[in-house]
């Protein structure tokens, strides 16, 4: 008697036997409209929309009536297409109720339980929702199952932790709340749905027989309602249920030890369910063609690899006969193993694979993975031909362009427009705020130049109109009148956008409902970002709009994060449309039942493929079996079966990648039985090519200039030697300090015209601490250069008070921290004055001075700008201000630090003009420190300097003749502007070491640095 079921070969095209079969059935029927009025049942919605479109290109293009196509396996809301009759037969009465719905329930209730016990399980909506998603998977498993969770308070205690007590009541959630909320809303879960509408098709076939053709293809049936259907479908008249890849050649001894590890494994509890034998199935005629003798040999080693690991000791009985290698060697044809030493080489290699198979017209090649990452590398590398791949495996919503700058903007408003989060929004593609977008880049690279460099600006939209007025944004340049007001109108802009979410967001301790919250982020949203750019945060917000009643009123903070975690977890469908028709990359249920001319398995390690078993939060692996729920490592045999599948293919590669983020992996336990039993046939390695990876990896890295045929020199000290006509004839005396310490900072900036960046959000430094105390120091002594006041102190503390407030506003901490030790150096400041100033001296403060010599034939021109000269008596004292460290008297007289003799040499040649016409002699060169340390206090030191052997005006005439060497040997086109000379100079940074790769080449640089 016909058993009604058959199988196709897992070497054998699927979807090309079920389709030709299909139509010949039709063409049987005498009129091809029959196929019309055929039901055929798949695992997915995937498989559903391939064999649709292989039924047309099997049927040459021409119009066709399809069948009643049927997803079995999705749970989700019917499509429009789907006769909801024949898929869920639903009572009216009942709303099926679906995941968000569901989510937002559950969060609702735990949020109630938390507050209700005092429990700290549940402290914010965000954790409430991830709950609800574990709770959600827990009541899937017992609807799927048939499983009634009161049963959990008949678990025995004793034999379980004491906490379980804690978590059986927190289960009540959905073993007592859950149901009554169910019957008070009249609902039901998309999975009973699913399973009702099953069976009572299966009971309406049972009792009515449908006269068309009913096919049921690629499922294992490992759902009870499922199995249920298939039954009833291979009682039909004209009722087919056709298994994917069942092994009919296995011994009954090892059949009859498969468990749940194994491939076999759900067709065997099917079968079990269906109570036939193998021996009553039948292999699936027209269309099937037969397995050629490499997919029956390789057949044979996977099922020999494969074995149970009790059984595994066979393998020594299989190795003690004669081994026909010719015929294990015959199973590797057209298989490969792709070996990677990380993720990146492993998509670059896989993405090459691919590029090569499109150079052969017709061929299609498939990636089959379930690592998401590798799926994104893949279609990052194949970019670089300019190839787009459709990529079933999808992303989640979060990762989609319009819900990530929908998040951008709430983080941004979050923050109070801090520079990271106002730049990773304005940055964004979708960006737009009501200008072109060529305007928008204008005025945020400016934005960003002069008001977010440096120190953070003041919160708010304020805070950056405050932050261009006081700040120049750089220590280097400020902004034109011109400038500025694109930098306005952009800030306008933003307050024009944000206006809706920025109002209701300034109370941060108010709450307000999840409704209220989405519709101001979607008017920011619409005002922000790119017309027309997509409806998918749209459906996001209306989606959780109908379901906002469940949840209590929410915090901002609560909203955003709530809002990210709920777009985390939701998927995004991807459209085919301007994908490449020829390269695909296939999660593993949907591959089991297609066929390429070349298919990759990625990502065959360990965690991956097979993915990590979670038993889930609440039930442990005992708990699991006693409620006579599947233990989670049921997937292991399901994916086991998808990796034949695939395995079977005339062209295969076996990919995995020996460090995954630098951490060493193990590769997946299919390919080490492989492996080691090849080894025991006296086969080495596993596939055709022994140098397979090591080709293609040669091919991946010469991409980037990284091949073995690719040699480069050791970057070295860079000497670059510009002609003399372009290098600078004007020079500031620290200027000078640089050209002897780091010439190739000159180069850079006064040849190559390149200024340095100050970071972005920089803290408030040595630097910036240094340059408000002279700004203070040099407005007192501007103010009160010809007589001190009576309140020194006072008037130090006063002038600075007007130097921090718009400190006081962008790093108030700082300002704590500081005013004790501006305390400290204001006294120290008044002894300072009040020792050293005598009546009839008169001081010039910042003072410009220039002078204009000759060197060979070309002129140059040396300037300063004093901090303080002395003048008494027709003598002068030149002062220098120093916050950092002060140069000693050696590296002075040595000629290392020239700035104070240079300034002395500038006032001897009367560089300074009118102010100092009086001046006849130098009396002193003196540095003075002020600083301030990290710890409370300050100092203030005097330093010296006092030539060993000579005179201060023979140290001045020194470092004259010291600067024209110097200057003459940079008139020579050979002499190069060298990075850091002497070692010495390395040990602090410089603003262009990056520029010179200085740790790829310096000495002092650590092994880690370089």
């Known amino acids: 008697m016909d058993s009604g079921v058959y199988t196709i070969a897992p070497g054998v095209d699927f979807l090309g036997a079920l389709s030709s079969r299909l139509l010949h059935e039709a ?83 735990i949020l109630h339980w938390s507050e209700r016990s005092q429990s700290r399980i549940a402290g914010s909506p965000v954790q409430a929702a991830n709950l609800a998603l574990e709770l959600g998977s827990l009541l899937d498993s017992a609807e799927t199952e048939g499983v009634d969770l009161k049963r959990l308070h ?11 007590q804690e978590t059986l009541e927190f289960l009540q959630i959905i073993i007592d709340a859950w149901p009554k909320v169910l019957e008070e809303k009249g609902c039901i879960s998309e999975v009973t749905a699913r399973d009702d509408g099953l069976r009572s098709l299966a009971k309406r076939w049972e009792e009515t027989q449908p006269e068309s053709l009913v096919v049921s293809a690629g499922s294992t049936g490992l759902m009870p309602a499922t199995a249920d259907l298939l039954k009833c479908i291979m009682s039909l008249p004209r009722g087919m249920v056709v298994l994917p890849g069942l092994d009919r050649e296995m011994e009954d001894s090892v059949w009859k030890e498969l468990n749940w590890e194994h491939p076999q494994y759900a067709m065997k509890i099917l079968l079990g369910r269906l109570k036939i034998s193998r021996k009553q199935v039948k292999t699936w005629g027209e269309g099937a063609k037969e397995e050629t003798p490499t997919q029956m040999s390789r057949q044979q080693l996977l099922r020999l690899a494969l074995y149970p690991a009790e ?60 690592d998401k990452e590798l799926a994104r590398r893949v279609c990052g590398e194949m970019r670089r031909w300019g190839v787009e791949i459709y990529n079933s495996a999808g992303n989640t919503l979060l990762e989609s362009d319009e819900m990530r700058f929908a998040c951008l903007l709430g983080e941004m408003v979050a923050s109070e427009l801090s520079p990271s989060s106002l730049l990773a929004a304005l940055k964004h593609p979708l960006a737009w705020f009501g200008m072109d977008a060529k305007v928008l880049r204008l005025r945020v690279s400016l934005l960003e130049r002069f008001v977010l460099r440096g120190l953070t600006p003041s919160p708010g939209i304020e805070g950056l109109r405050d932050a261009l007025k006081h700040s120049p944004g750089s220590v280097y340049d400020a902004p034109t009148e011109k400038q500025a007001v694109e930098i306005r109108k952009l800030i306008d802009a933003l307050e024009h956008s944000l206006s809706p979410f920025e109002s209701m967001r300034e109370d941060k301790h108010k709450i307000r409902d999840l409704d209220d919250w989405m519709k101001a982020h979607l008017s920011a949203l619409a005002s922000a970002a790119v017309k027309d750019s997509g409806d998918v945060a749209k459906e996001f917000f209306a989606s959780l709009s109908d379901n906002e009643g469940s949840l209590p009123p929410l915090s901002f903070a609560d909203y955003l994060a709530l809002i990210q975690h709920l777009a985390e977890t939701r998927p995004l469908r991807n459209s085919s449309s301007g994908k490449h028709p020829r390269v695909f990359i296939w999660g593993l249920l949907e591959a089991r039942l297609q066929r390429v001319d070349m298919v990759i398995l990625g990502g065959l390690n360990e965690g991956l493929w097979p993915r990590r078993t979670h038993v889930g939060a609440w039930l442990n692996r005992s708990m699991l079996r006693e409620l006579k729920l599947n233990d989670p490592e049921w997937r292991i045999g399901q994916e086991a079966h998808n990796f034949v599948q695939g395995a079977m293919q005339p062209k295969v590669v076996l990919s995995h990648a020996v460090k995954v983020n630098g951490t060493p992996t193990m590769k997946s336990r299919w390919l080490l039985r492989l492996e080691k039993l090849l080894q025991g046939m006296g086969i080495e390695h596993l596939g055709e090519d022994e140098n397979f990876s090591k080709k293609w990896l040669e091919r991946f890295k010469s991409l980037d200039g990284e091949g073995e045929d690719m040699r480069f020199e050791p970057y070295l000290s860079p000497k670059p030697c510009p002609p003399v006509k372009d290098r600078p004839k004007s020079f500031s005396v620290t200027r000078i300090e640089k050209l002897i310490e780091d010439p190739y900072s000159i180069y850079a900036r006064n040849i190559l015209k390149l200024k340095p960046l100050e970071p972005i959000d920089a803290p408030f430094d040595a630097r910036m601490r240094g340059t408000l105390i002279h700004a203070i120091l040099e407005e007192f002594s501007r103010k009160w250069s010809d007589a001190l006041p009576e309140d020194i102190e006072a008037q130090l503390l006063a002038i600075a008070d007007r130097h921090l407030a718009y400190l006081r506003e962008t790093k108030p901490e700082a300002v704590t921290l500081l005013l004790p030790s501006l305390e400290v150096l204001a006294r120290r400041f008044e002894a300072f004055e009040r020792g050293r100033r005598r009546a009839s001296m008169r001081l010039l403060i910042e003072e410009k001075g220039e002078i204009s010599f000759a060197v060979g034939r070309r002129k140059h021109i040396l300037s300063c700008y004093a901090d303080r000269i002395e003048i008494a008596d027709g003598g002068a004292n030149i002062c220098d201000y120093k916050s950092g460290a002060v140069p000693l008297a ?65 140290l001045v005439e020194e470092s004259h003749q010291g600067l024209k ?18 070692e010495e100079s390395r040990r602090y940074a410089g603003d262009y070491d990056h520029l010179a790769r200085l740790l790829e080449w310096s000495s002092s640089a650590s092994d880690g640095d370089r």
Not at 154 to 160: A, G, I
Not at 897 to 920: H, M, N, R, S, Y
Request: with cysteine.
């Open 27 to 109: 063409r049987e029927g005498g009129d091809a409209r029959d196929l019309s009025s055929q039901y055929v049942f798949l695992p997915t919605r995937r498989s559903m929309r391939a064999l649709e479109g292989r039924l047309l290109e099997d049927s040459g293009g021409k119009a066709l009536l399809l069948p009643q196509i049927v997803p079995l396996g999705d749970v989700g809301e019917l499509e429009e297409n789907e006769d909801p009759e024949l898929y869920l037969s639903r009572n009216s009465a009942w709303h099926v109720l679906t995941n968000t719905e569901r989510q937002f329930e559950l969060t609702r209730l």
């Open 154 to 164: 008949r678990l025995v205690p004793d034999l379980y932790a004491e906490n379980w």
């Open 311 to 370: 059984m595994v000791d066979r393998w020594q009985k299989a190795l003690g006969k004669d081994v026909d290698l010719k015929q294990v060697k015959s199973s590797l044809a057209g298989l490969n193993l792709l070996e990677a030493p990380g993720r990146r080489e492993e998509a670059g290699m896989i993405a090459l694979l691919l590029r090569d198979l499109l150079e052969t017209p017709g061929k299609r090649g498939a990636l089959v993975t379930s």
């Open 890 to 954: 050696n590296e002075v007289i040595a000629g290392k630090k020239p700035q104070l003799p240079l300034e002395a040499l500038i006032l001897c040649k009367e560089g300074f003009g009118d102010v100092a016409k009086d001046v006849t002699r130098l009396d002193g060169l003196t540095y003075i420190s002020t600083r301030i340390r990290e710890t409370l206090g300050a100092e203030l030191d005097i330093r010296e300097i006092v030539p060993k052997e000579g005179t201060l005006d023979e």
């Open 965 to 982: 060497r110097l200057l003459k040997a940079y008139l020579d086109e050979a002499q190069p502007y060298l990075c850091r000379p002497r």
